[in-house]
Structure formats: structure tokens, C-alpha cells
């Protein structure tokens, strides 16, 4: 019988799938149990108005059979089958959906980029990456005619007469033998199939069955010794239904309890801690979606490998079409865990096309509003909560401000908590709020840890004038802050770098001045300290210590301590520029200008002293431990 060719757009997509490289091979199954469960859905709703139907809702049904010894996977549904012009149309041609896009990527660059499969779902054609022969067995509602359709592939298809009892549709895939690289005959196995309908299918609202083999324990009808009946084994063969077909997260918040989606959130995450929020969405308008949305309540410490990334899986009718799509939601929400389910996306999605989808990003935004609402709410009423939140996943949330130029810290930034001088944790909203009339500036210490942060000279002169500080952490605080910018339009002040605005403007006169006046012993401080400052000053910023460290220029000693483990030597040699600021009053000080006056050598090993007391302040490490020793030891 003479053989029909597809149309050539579908020839050349067959070809690429044969010859597949493309990984996940695996969606075959999907894709064929997909088809089934449209032709299905599309029989029942006609079963509605249509009474020679004859079918109840519980007649419907998928087999997937298995037969090693054939080496076929048949997949048989009941639904509404094709007639012989159906079959011509619907599998000797691309699928329409996928066919635009697929016209479209082939500009003569992509020709013969075989990756551009995994660019969109393929639907039937799927079956050719694992099968070397595909039969359709199939017979239309309100037709007396079976049709059998076959094809091994690129060459072109036939299609003829055949049998078949009641209507519906077998999809007969005859798989390839191993290759060096591929076993395909695993694909025969039960347990792979009942992974695969596992994995990607669960959610069919149709029943997904096949044969299951276990060993089932029988009564031998003989007795042991003692009078108990003796057992045996033997191995039975049961017809199971593998998929669980209602989603939890399709049903009403009446039939299924926030408590039920925990437990099914913790099933799922081989029970680990209650999630500290929950997120259910039921959207319908413009785009239709439900989500089931959890907060992990411990940090996952694939989140630092990258393993955890993107905890969302989308669903499209119950059937999944991606497992963790990390686009959905911003990286700055990647912890969050979850199902979306929508009715409006197609299975023809990939990672590609994800980033372009419109309905995606509508429902993206959407998810991220509710996100953030949540965690506004747990701020508002269990803060103890938000604080373990935040200690798990504040650093996504600084890095949120940190992305792309800080195009997202309007929206971040009331999410955002810091440590302060008074011993809590409060947004910078609160913080302003807070504020004294005569406090202009949001003042900040940066150090490695609050307890350091806090014993710094400089925090002394805030504190003492009754401000709060924010101590923050690390260098990605810092930056933080700089993205920030403001907050309720007051401006950051770095108590180690900035001019913490206290003096007068005739006060700074004076110490300019004196500073000139003094020009030739501050030149000298410079000079003995070999390099590990840029300038001396005398100031008021020590407070009631001789001395501190401080920087002048962008670069912070937090952000150098940072650098210190850059990616490259450039970058790892960024020094801040030191200032050593000198408390003229102190009587330290006082006896360096005296011994610069009278033996220049003392001098020079007391800017030592002092220097190293700043950097040991500062958290710096001192560059010569043995020699401060040996300059402090002189002083006895
Ligand atoms: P899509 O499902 O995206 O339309 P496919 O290539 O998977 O693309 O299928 C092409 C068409 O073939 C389907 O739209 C459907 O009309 C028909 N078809 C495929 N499988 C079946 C089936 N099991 N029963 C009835 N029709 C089917």
C-alpha cells in the first residue's frame, strides 16, 4: 500500500525527533496520556447532551500496557477516537499549536539546531523519540469504521481499515532497541511507566490504569505444628488505578483545610517543619489559576547550591508541564515552594518560551503580591515568626534589592529588617517613624557581627545623644543600604565614614584649621604608619577613646573584608582608604604629640600603638601582631 508523506514542516519535525538529542525523552508518555485524557473530556462533555453515548462518567479510562516481550507500551483510552479524515489531519500534520512556533524559530541560523525541540511541547510526535514504530488504532463516536493509522517515522504513513471494539484510541508505540547511550527498553518497565504517570501525570482527572504485579500472602490450607495455619507466597497481578486525579490545591478551601495542605506539603517534603506560611489562590478573570504556595519554615540548604531554586511546579489541568520553573516568581521569592495550576497554559511550554508568556508573567505578579502580602501580615502579627523568616531568608530578599540596578527595592523594601541599638528588629519605615525631631540622618554601623558593630568609638557619640543605630552584618548590607538609598526621605549616614553632622559649622572650621595647624605631625603619623593609612585627623569621633579607624572614599573595610574573597587578583587586592582619627583630648594622643615634639623614635612606635588599638576596634586584622606586642612592651 502506497505510503502518504507528511506535510513537510511535520517531516522535518519528525526527523529532528528521531534523531533526537533532545534529554527529556521521557515526556513522551505525558504527552500521549495528554491526548488521551482530551479525547476523553471531549467524549464525556458530548455525553452530556448526547444519550447514545451510553457512557457514565466512571466508564472512562486509560490503560498503559506493557509488553516486554512485543516490546510495546500501549496507551488505550475511551474516549472519542478519530475518524480515517481525523487521523490524515490530526497526526499527518504538525500540531497546529506547536506548528506556528515551530515556522517561526526556523530561520536558516536555527535549521539544524536540533535543541529547538525542547523549545515546545511536540505532542504526538513525542512518541518517535522512543519508539521506532508508532500504530493508531482508532474508532470515532457515531462511526462503524476503525481506522488503523502507522508510521515508522520521516518516511510517510499509512493508513488502513481495522477493528476495534467500542470507540476510542490505542496508541501503539513499538520502542527502539538500546543503544550504547540509551536503554529505551527501561521505558517497558511497570515501575519506570508508574514513575513517569507519577511524575507528570497525576493529576488526570481520568483514571491512569495498568497492571501491577506484588506478592500477595495465601492460606496453604495445611497447618504447622502448632495449629496455625501455614502461608505461602504468590505472585498476583492487579489492574490499579496509578494517579490520584484530584489535585488537593483544585479543591474548595471547604473541602480541603489549610491543616491538609500542610500535611500534604510535608508528604512532599519528606516531612520537614511546618511551612511558615501557606498562600492558596483561586484566580478567575483574565487569566484563571489555582495556587498552593508555601513558605519553608527552614532554610533548605540546597538554597546556597542552587538545588532548591525555583520551588514552583505549574500544572495545566492536573498535568504538569514543568517542575521547577524558577521565571515564574522573582529569585528574590525562589525559596518558595508550590503548585500553579491553570487551565490557560498550554503543554507546549518550555523554559524558553516561559520567559516571553504573558499569562505567565500576569500570574507571576499576581503570586508575588500575594507573597508579599503574607509576610507583611505574619510582620504585622507574630513578629518572633517574621524573625525566624527572615533569619532563613532575608538574604534573598537583600539581594532582591541589590538585582538589577535595585529596580525592585520600592517593592522589597518594607520586607526588610535590621538590628538596632535598642536591642530589636524594625523595618526602616519603623525606624524613621521613631525618629527624634533633632535626628536628621539614619545612622548605621557596619561590622561583622552586632556585638562588634556595637563596641565601635564612633556608635558612642549616637547613642549618647539618645539616636538609635542600625548595626548591619555584612557587606551585602552595605550594599543594601546604598541601593536603598533613603528611606521617608532621610538619607543613610555610615557612623564610621560620614560625617555624623553633629558639629557646627564654626566647630568644623576650627578642626580644619587645626588640623593645618598640626599639618606636620599628622604628615608624620601618616608616614610612620608604613602605608596602613592614607590620612591622620584630629577629631571628635573617637568619642571618649583616643582613636578610631575610619574610611573615606566608596569602599568600606566591610566591603573590602568582601573583596578580600573575590573572583580574581584585581579585585581581591581593593583596599578602603584608612583615616586614623585622633582624639585630641585624650591624654594618649596627647603624649604622642609630646613624644613627636621630643624623640621622634617613641613617636613612631606610639602612632603604631594607636594604630593598631583602631584596627583591633574596627575588626581589622593588625598587619604585625609581634611588633604591636613589642611597642606596647616598651611602654612598661
Ligand atoms: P495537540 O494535542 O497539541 O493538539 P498532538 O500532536 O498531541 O497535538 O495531537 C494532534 C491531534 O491529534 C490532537 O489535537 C487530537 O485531535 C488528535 N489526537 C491525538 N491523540 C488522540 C487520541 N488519543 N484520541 C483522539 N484524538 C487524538
Known amino acids: 500500500m502506497a505510503k502518504k508523506q507528511f506535510k513537510a514542516e511535520s517531516k522535518r519535525l ?65 474516549g472519542i477516537g478519530m475518524s480515517r479524515e481525523e487521523c490524515e489531519n490530526n497526526l499527518g500534520v504538525i500540531a497546529k499549536s506547536g506548528s506556528y512556533q515551530f515556522k517561526d524559530s526556523m530561520d536558516p541560523e536555527h535549521r539544524e539546531d536540533l535543541s529547538i525541540i525542547g523549545q515546545f511541547g511536540v505532542g504526538f510526535y513525542s512518541a518517535f523519540m522512543v519508539s521506532d514504530e508508532v500504530t493508531v488504532i482508532t474508532k470515532r463516536y457515531g462511526s462503524d469504521e476503525a481506522v488503523k493509522w502507522q508510521s515508522r517515522g520521516a518516511d510517510g504513513y499509512t493508513v488502513t481499515e481495522a477493528e476495534r471494539d467500542g470507540v476510542g484510541t490505542d496508541v501503539i508505540m513499538h520502542i527502539k532497541p538500546d543503544t550504547d547511550d540509551e536503554v529505551f ?41 502448632d495449629g496455625s495455619p501455614k502461608y505461602e507466597y504468590r505472585m498476583v497481578t492487579e489492574n490499579e488505578t496509578i494517579n490520584s486525579m484530584v489535585p488537593i490545591w483544585q479543591r474548595s478551601k471547604t473541602e480541603v483545610t489549610d491543616d491538609d495542605c500542610i500535611a500534604y506539603y510535608k508528604e512532599k517534603n519528606h516531612g520537614r517543619k511546618d511551612p511558615c506560611a501557606l498562600v492558596r489562590v483561586n484566580a478567575e478573570g483574565t487569566v484563571s489559576y489555582k495556587a498552593m504556595l508555601f ?75 500575594k507573597i508579599k502580602g503574607e509576610l507583611e501580615k505574619m510582620m504585622k502579627e507574630d513578629r518572633p515568626k517574621y524573625e525566624e523568616f527572615f533569619r532563613n531568608f532575608g538574604v534573598h530578599l537583600k539581594c532582591g534589592i541589590c538585582d538589577e540596578y535595585g529596580r525592585y527595592k520600592d517593592f522589597l523594601r518594607d520586607l526588610l529588617i535590621f538590628y538596632t541599638s535598642e536591642d530589636r528588629q524594625i523595618t526602616l519605615k519603623e525606624y524613621v517613624e521613631n525618629m527624634p525631631e533633632s535626628q536628621k540622618v539614619i545612622y548605621y554601623a557596619a561590622s561583622d557581627s552586632v556585638k562588634h558593630a556595637m563596641s565601635l568609638p564612633q556608635c558612642e557619640q549616637v547613642r549618647s545623644r539618645g539616636f538609635e543605630l542600625i548595626y548591619l552584618t555584612s557587606a551585602l548590607d552595605e550594599m543594601v543600604v546604598e541601593n536603598l538609598r533613603e528611606q521617608g526621605g532621610k538619607s543613610f549616614c555610615n557612623v564610621v565614614t560620614d560625617d555624623l553632622g553633629f558639629e557646627t559649622d564654626e566647630e568644623k572650621k576650627a578642626a580644619e584649621e587645626r588640623d593645618i595647624a598640626n599639618k606636620e605631625f599628622l604628615d608624620f603619623v601618616v608616614s610612620s604608619s608604613n602605608e596602613r593609612v592614607k590620612k591622620a585627623k584630629l ?68 602612632t603604631g600603638v594607636l594604630l593598631s588599638l583602631a584596627e583591633i576596634m574596627a575588626g581589622v586584622e593588625i598587619e604585625d601582631p609581634a611588633a604591636f606586642v613589642g611597642q606596647v612592651s616598651e611602654l612598661f
Not at 22 to 45: G, H, V
Request: aromatic content about 8%.
Open 539 to 606: 577629631s571628635s569621633k573617637p568619642g571618649s577613646l583616643p582613636c578610631c579607624l575610619t574610611t573615606e572614599g566608596g569602599v568600606t573595610l566591610e566591603m573590602e573584608k568582601y573583596f578580600r574573597y573575590g573572583p580574581n587578583e584585581e579585585m581581591r587586592s581593593i583596599r578602603a582608604n584608612r583615616v586614623l582619627e585622633l582624639n585630641p583630648d585624650h591624654a594618649a594622643v596627647k603624649a604622642l604629640q609630646n613624644a613627636y615634639e621630643n624623640d621622634r623614635e617613641k613617636a613612631a612606635s606610639l
Open 295 to 369: 513558605i519553608p519554615g527552614e532554610q533548605n540548604e540546597g538554597v546556597y547550591y542552587g538545588d532548591a531554586k525555583g520551588g514552583i511546579t505549574l500544572y495545566s489541568n492536573g498535568v504538569m508541564i514543568m517542575e521547577k520553573c524558577d521565571n515564574l516568581v522573582h529569585d528574590y521569592f525562589e525559596f518558595v515552594k508550590g503548585i500553579v495550576d491553570s487551565p490557560d497554559l498550554s503543554l507546549n511550554i518550555s523554559r524558553e518560551i516561559l520567559q516571553h508568556d504573558r499569562q505567565l508573567k500576569v500570574i507571576g505578579q499576581n503570586l508575588e503580591k
Open 185 to 225: 527498553g527501561s521505558y517497558l518497565e511497570v515501575w519506570k511507566l508508574k514513575a513517569l504517570i507519577k511524575k507528570y501525570s497525576d493529576y488526570v482527572r481520568w483514571p491512569i490504569k495498568m497492571d501491577v504485579e506484588h506478592q500477595e500472602r495465601f492460606e496453604t490450607g495445611e497447618k504447622n505444628d
Open 14 to 78: 519528525l526527523d529532528l525527533m528521531i534523531n533526537s538529542i533532545y534529554t527529556n525523552k521521557e515526556i513522551f508518555l505525558r504527552e500521549i496520556i495528554s491526548n488521551a485524557s482530551d479525547a476523553i473530556d471531549k467524549l464525556c462533555y458530548l455525553s452530556l447532551t448526547d444519550e447514545g453515548v451510553g457512557m457514565d462518567r466512571e466508564d472512562f479510562r486509560i490503560d498503559v500496557i506493557a509488553d516486554k516481550a512485543a516490546r510495546t507500551i500501549t496507551v488505550r483510552d475511551n
